[in-house]
């Protein structure tokens, strides 16, 4: 049974009791116009003014909607027994917890949304959703586009601090972690409309330079005309200046001072280390284009020139104290203090990121801050937030903008449960393992046949997208925080919560819809969508749920969610593409409608996890 007198009296007329609350308390009529794909967001926009007509004089109570089992309807809302917490005891028409979400149940304003509404146990108020409400909303999407669905959030700008490799070493796995991870929350929230600024924080800047640049002088008098090539593997480079430093006390001495030099400005060695830079970032960027990622780097060095004015005003304000000749930053809850100055009178990691964090809320005017790394940093972060707290540049409140989160994630382990590690117990390159993934795609290919179907360029592009994307996506689909083991045959397995299964499916939506020979564009605008049988309207359901899910992936920093989003709507699918015939039966015009809007929704996934479509296998 409809919630509302009957079920078309969508619009109201005067005379009904409801309105003329409505109309005196002020509050606003939700229609359905404003719906934006975010079905939680829509309903709690709904309990929220039935709240208010319900008990008025409780103004701070918020409606928690949540997406509940079927057995209970599409939606569930628990604002009845919070508003019983805050009534009970006072003198109300209430008798309790029920009897609250029954009169929030009649202050419902009328929407299309709702089919019927039902109290359960304590006082849950669960909510069965009009499925030509569903269905209408479907369509309007694919009419509208996917990015109509896109979450709005409050914020504007945020920096995503992500990848940020060292220059002169390889770039591991912990990296790919790291850039995999921030470019998937980054696409987030673009979608979500925010502008974000891609950084990269290289590690530019340190100590390691004057070893680097006197081995650089040593190797090659011509340094300036030195390239990859000459330099070879950049991590060797390296391992060997570090050998050349650990065993020559002259070189280290010289090495020492070449530091002094290189931070005093001097022209030969700001040449040499521009030079190394530029070798590393070559290397670097090499790994994004594979990748599809794109970031702007902002290392280390850049923070330079505005460290001693950020410490001089935290200096002035009393935060930076002296310590057993360090200059310190003290913080509640920590024993050990943050090093902002050496004893040395060097600046060090810290210093740069009190910098980096002044420059982003100032000077870029982030209203949130996300750095992606590795969970052993978590204490550096804590420590810098809370110092940034004391400088008042952040609020205290965590709940409020502007904002700084860390997003940490675990160890990348091989088969042993040791860290991944080459068998010559090297760090994995990340070339060598995307190398790995790709041949291991296409040789999959190959043996199926589809060097005989299939042009060379197809072959190679789908290799790629399988590949990178099996690597993307096994990463992904974990709770960042956990580690994870890394395997090619788990990874590349076409069953199970994979890439390459997701994708295949994908394209044999594609293959559905190519082979039924009808305009697709043409069925969007002239067709109508229906959800009558129930696993179409389990598989519409959970199209609609799309949008929350981007949001709590997004605001809860958790691209697992929306992997476990995207794994369950292909398996919602399968169950619907075995129960309902879609080409050649009476409702294929819908049914292919209701395929699009899956293969839809399934490359806005991929999109917002950076793996890249396939559309036919
Ligand atoms: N370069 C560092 C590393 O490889 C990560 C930098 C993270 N960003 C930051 N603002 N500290 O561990």
């Not at 009970?88 to 917890?97: C, H, L, V």
């Not at 909510?127 to 586009?145: E, F, H, R, T």
């Not at 650990?246 to 060695?269: C, I, M, S």
């Amino acid at each position: 049974p409809s919630i509302f007198a009957s079920a078309d009296s969508l619009k109201l007329t005067s005379s009904s009791p409801a309105f003329a609350t409505r109309m005196q308390s002020g509050s606003p009529m939700v229609t359905d116009e404003e719906f934006t794909g975010n079905v939680k967001a829509q309903l709690a926009k709904l309990f929220g003014l039935s709240l208010k007509l319900t008990a008025p004089e409780e103004p701070d109570v918020e409606p928690l909607v949540a997406a509940c089992t079927a057995k209970f309807g599409d939606y569930q809302c628990n604002n009845a027994m919070s508003l019983w917490a805050k009534i009970k005891g006072k003198r109300t028409q209430f008798r309790g917890p029920p009897a609250v979400g029954e009169a929030i149940k009649n202050n419902l304003p009328p929407s299309e949304m709702i089919e019927s509404c039902s109290i359960a146990g304590p006082g849950f108020v669960n909510v069965v959703l009009s499925k030509n409400w569903m269905a209408k909303s479907i369509q309007k999407m694919l009419i509208d586009g996917i990015d109509s669905w896109a979450p709005k959030l409050s914020i504007k700008r945020a920096v995503v601090d992500f990848s940020s490799p060292n220059i002169a070493k390889e770039m591991h796995v912990g990296h790919l972690r790291s850039t995999i991870i921030g470019d998937s929350l980054a696409r987030m929230l673009e979608f979500s409309k925010v502008e974000v600024l891609r950084r990269n924080h290289v590690g530019d800047w340190g100590t390691q330079f004057g070893m680097l640049i006197e081995f650089l002088f040593e190797k090659f008098p011509n340094y300036e005309d030195v390239n990859e090539k000459a330099i070879g593997d950049l991590q060797a480079f390296y391992k060997e200046s570090k050998q050349r430093f650990d065993a020559d006390p002259d070189f280290k001495e010289r090495a020492q001072r070449a530091v002094v030099r290189l931070q005093g400005g001097e022209d030969r060695y700001r040449r040499a280390w521009a030079q190394i830079c530029e070798i590393s970032r070559n290397e670097f960027q090499r790994v994004y284009q594979r990748l599809g990622v794109h970031l702007e780097e902002k290392g280390e060095s850049f923070y330079n020139p505005y460290i001693p004015g950020v410490l001089k005003a935290l200096t002035e304000q009393g935060l930076v104290e002296e310590s057993q000749g360090c200059q310190v930053i003290f913080i509640d809850g920590f024993n050990i203090p943050l090093i902002v100055v050496k004893s040395d009178g060097g600046y060090n990691y810290a210093s740069t990121d009190m910098t980096a964090i002044w420059y982003r809320l100032n000077e870029e005017r982030a209203e949130w801050i996300i750095y992606v790394t590795d969970v052993g940093q978590q204490q550096h972060f804590a420590m810098v937030f809370k110092a940034a707290q004391r400088a008042g540049w952040l609020p205290v409140v965590d709940r409020s903008y502007p904002k700084a989160s860390h997003v940490g994630f675990g160890l990348v382990l091989g088969d042993d449960g040791k860290r991944f590690r080459t068998r010559s117990s090297e760090v994995v390159r990340l070339v060598d393992l995307l190398d790995e993934a790709k041949a291991r795609s296409k040789k999959e290919l190959i043996d199926r046949g589809k060097g005989q179907e299939w042009t060379e360029e197809d072959i190679e592009q789908t290799a790629e997208a399988v590949g990178y994307g099996a690597v993307k996506y096994a990463d992904l689909k974990n709770n960042r925080l956990t580690n994870y083991t890394f395997n090619y045959d788990q990874m590349l397995n076409d069953k199970g919560n994979t890439a390459v299964y997701l994708l295949y499916a994908h394209a044999r939506i594609c293959s559905i819809i190519r082979k039924s020979g009808k305009d697709i564009e043409e069925l969007k605008k002239t067709g109508t969508l229906v959800l009558d049988h129930v696993d179409e309207r389990v598989l519409g359901l959970h199209l609609l749920q799309f949008a929350e899910v981007v949001e709590e992936a997004c605001m809860n920093l958790l691209p697992n969610v929306l992997c476990e989003y995207l794994y369950n709507l292909s398996e919602k699918f399968s169950t619907f593409y075995q129960q309902c015939k879609v080409v050649g039966s009476e409702e294929e015009t819908s049914r292919l409608l209701l395929c699009e809007a899956t293969a839809v929704v399934m490359r806005k996934c991929f999109y917002l996890l950076g793996i890249t479509p396939i559309y036919k296998i």
